[in-house]
């Protein structure tokens, strides 16, 4: 699905933490990775790394609220991509995930939000890409 909205331009409406005056970010997919890079259309300085968390964390899950849903135009869950700011450190092993704030967007109509799921979730912030019993077993290195 990342292929796919390559290039596409995707609105925000000023939901990004931090970037609320910045609304559409084009999406440029990393080939032959599972990450993707997304940039400001207004301001080309900023951009954020970004990836699926299903691909990393396979027992991370949570559920829109109504207001999420109806802000996005969501009918299906077909429509719906979940993606997730990386921050990239050196070496790549120690980079980290936010969890507790991800992008929802709708593929159809390009419409984007960045939510804060509630404490219940016990998400972080900084969740390490690769923990270190992972890292140790030799596991999804790069």
């Known amino acids: 699905m990342l292929e796919h909205l390559n290039g596409k331009i995707i609105n925000f409406h000023g939901s990004i933490l931090a970037f609320e005056g910045l609304n559409e970010f084009v999406f440029n997919y990393i080939e032959?990775?599972?990450?993707g890079y997304l940039s400001s259309v207004q301001d080309e300085k900023i951009g954020f790394v970004i990836a699926v968390p299903f691909e990393y964390f396979k027992e991370y899950t949570f559920e829109l609220n109504e207001d999420d849903v109806a802000r996005l135009e969501l009918h299906s869950e077909r429509d719906v991509l979940i993606l997730s700011i990386v921050t990239?450190?050196?070496?790549?092993?120690?980079?980290?995930?936010?969890?507790?704030?991800?992008?929802?967007?709708?593929?159809?109509?390009?419409?984007?939000?960045?939510?804060?799921?509630?404490?219940?979730?016990e998400y972080e912030i900084k969740t390490p890409l690769y923990p270190k019993e992972r890292q140790e077993s030799g596991e999804k290195k790069c």
């Open 32 to 35: 032959g990775s599972d990450l």
């Open 88 to 121: 990239l450190r050196e070496p790549f092993q120690e980079s980290t995930m936010n969890l507790l704030a991800p992008l929802v967007i709708n593929v159809r109509n390009l419409k984007g939000y960045q939510i804060i799921l509630p404490p219940s979730y």
